[in-house]
């Protein structure tokens, strides 16, 4: 489904569109140089046998790890430019700038201690989580600031980390599993594909989450404390578990890996899930605020308007859709909901003082598309 559907047209001259198509297309080209420069080095390293090999094996699992990250944005679907932007920012151009500043801060540690074991301890637990953190967050930031529109909470920050996160493991797999073939062949690649593939695949983005639940947390918030501190703590936190991951891989191998992984990093994943279902159900409570002027100015029926304020509703809804009349009429109950969605939480975003210079142009085409969506599949 095309999350745009039901939006209304953005106003803004022919010239002011051109320009940003521009923008556009010379960042995309920009970032990927970037990315070829990062492959090319990888591939001097790996050889070009254990490169290819490294990027079928890093690239194969990430559609599903996608389809699970976009599977948690339930009730309103974030665009598909903005989740291509951050997963290719990660897979491109945060690598770029990591792999530059790292190596140059280890080779700077190197020859300070003359210590090569130094150097590298260096760049993995310190040099790392700062640098790759910080360049991680920089297109959250720049989602955060400018498209409030499109970044309305906890769920946002994590989906938006998330992607970003994806793209930079993908890109990092391809030089661990590269290294692992040109090193010791299938059974040390096995064993890296283990560890990074079925073990620490949702590493990256879970660190990167914690940037994103502190701007998701800033956002909802109207407490100025709140919007300044919290973001910091969450960047702050995603340095802190990176490092430490780094940290038991680096000092204590495999064992203190396996015990850090324990201790550490699986209570932290369930923690994300908790923080993942809460979110969720403010979401939940969201539409059901926002929509309640629908429902009772009668708009929605009070079936429609359940169904509207929980996920179980809008699957059983899309489920009875699909039943009925295959996928065209699922499809259209796949715009009513992201609709009701975008429309509850442009008068959630009104409500908590971000203003919208076509506010009230808003508010009319969301009601007109919701009026003409609800009667397509109340007349079919």
Request: glycine share 10%.
């Given at each position: 489904?095309?999350?745009?559907?039901g939006?209304?047209?953005?106003?803004?001259g022919?010239?002011?569109?051109?320009?940003?198509?521009?923008l556009?297309?010379?960042?995309?080209?920009?970032?990927?140089?970037l990315?070829?420069?990062?492959?090319?080095l990888?591939?001097?390293e790996?050889?070009?046998?254990?490169?290819?090999?490294?990027?079928?094996?890093?690239i194969l699992?990430?559609?599903v790890?996608?389809?699970l990250?976009?599977?948690?944005?339930?009730?309103?679907?974030?665009?598909?430019?903005?989740l291509?932007?951050?997963?290719f920012w990660?897979?491109?151009v945060?690598?770029?700038?990591s792999?530059?500043?790292?190596t140059?801060?280890?080779?700077?540690?190197?020859?300070?201690?003359?210590?090569?074991?130094?150097?590298?301890?260096?760049?993995a637990?310190?040099?790392?989580?700062?640098?790759?953190?910080?360049?991680?967050?920089?297109?959250?930031?720049?989602?955060?600031?400018g498209k409030r529109d499109?970044?309305?909470?906890?769920?946002?920050?994590?989906?938006?980390?998330?992607?970003?996160?994806?793209?930079?493991?993908?890109t990092?797999?391809?030089?661990?599993?590269?290294?692992?073939v040109?090193?010791?062949?299938?059974?040390?690649?096995?064993?890296?594909?283990?560890?990074?593939?079925?073990?620490?695949?949702?590493?990256?983005?879970m660190?990167?989450?914690?940037?994103?639940?502190?701007?998701?947390l800033a956002?909802?918030?109207?407490?100025?404390?709140?919007k300044?501190f919290?973001?910091?703590?969450?960047?702050?936190?995603?340095?802190?578990?990176?490092?430490?991951w780094?940290?038991?891989?680096v000092?204590?191998?495999?064992i203190?890996f396996?015990?850090?992984y324990?201790?550490?990093m699986v209570?932290a994943?369930?923690i994300?899930f908790?923080?993942?279902?809460?979110?969720?159900?403010?979401?939940?409570?969201?539409?059901r605020?926002?929509?309640?002027?629908d429902?009772?100015?009668?708009?929605?029926?009070?079936?429609?308007?359940?169904?509207?304020?929980?996920?179980?509703g809008?699957?059983?809804?899309?489920?009875?859709?699909?039943?009925?009349g295959?996928?065209?009429?699922?499809?259209?109950?796949?715009?009513?909901?992201q609709?009701?969605?975008?429309?509850?939480?442009?008068r959630?975003?009104l409500?908590?003082?971000?203003?919208?210079?076509d506010?009230a142009?808003?508010?009319?085409?969301?009601?007109?598309?919701?009026?003409?969506?609800?009667?397509?599949?109340?007349?079919?």
């Open positions: 489904m095309n999350p745009n559907l939006r209304p047209p953005r106003t803004g022919t010239a002011r569109t051109a320009i940003k198509v521009i556009g297309v010379i960042a995309a080209l920009i970032a990927l140089l990315g070829l420069i990062v492959l090319f990888i591939g001097v790996t050889g070009p046998v254990g490169f290819l090999i490294g990027m079928v094996c890093a699992p990430v559609p790890y996608l389809v990250v976009i599977w948690i944005d339930r009730y309103e679907s974030e665009p598909l430019w903005m291509a932007t951050a997963f990660g897979a491109l945060a690598v770029f700038f792999f530059l500043l790292n140059a801060s280890g080779v700077a540690v190197e020859r300070m201690t003359n210590d090569a074991v130094a150097g590298r301890a260096f760049g637990v310190i040099s790392a989580p700062i640098v790759e953190e910080i360049t991680k967050a920089i297109i959250l930031l720049l989602f955060f600031f499109e970044f309305d909470g906890v769920i946002d920050g994590i989906v938006y980390a998330a992607m970003v996160g994806l793209g930079f493991a993908m990092e797999n391809i030089l661990y599993y590269g290294k692992a040109r090193d010791g062949g299938t059974e040390t690649l096995t064993l890296v594909l283990v560890i990074r593939g079925a073990l620490a695949p949702f590493a990256h983005p660190f990167t989450s914690m940037t994103g639940i502190g701007l998701g956002r909802q918030s109207r407490n100025l404390f709140v300044l919290v973001p910091v703590v969450g960047i702050l936190t995603a340095i802190s578990l990176h490092s430490i780094n940290a038991a891989a000092f204590f191998g495999g203190g396996i015990l850090m324990a201790v550490i209570p994943f369930l994300m908790v923080v993942i279902a809460l979110s969720l159900r403010r979401e939940g409570d969201v539409i605020e926002y929509l309640t002027p429902f009772q100015g009668g708009l929605l029926t009070h079936e429609e308007y359940h169904q509207l304020c929980s996920i179980r809008r699957m059983g809804a899309s489920y009875s859709a699909f039943s009925r295959g996928l065209s009429h699922w499809h259209t109950r796949r715009q009513l909901n609709t009701a969605s975008e429309l509850a939480f442009h959630s975003r409500a908590r003082g971000i203003s919208a210079v506010a142009q808003r508010e009319a085409a969301y009601r007109q598309a919701l009026e003409r969506l609800l009667k397509q599949l109340r007349t079919s």
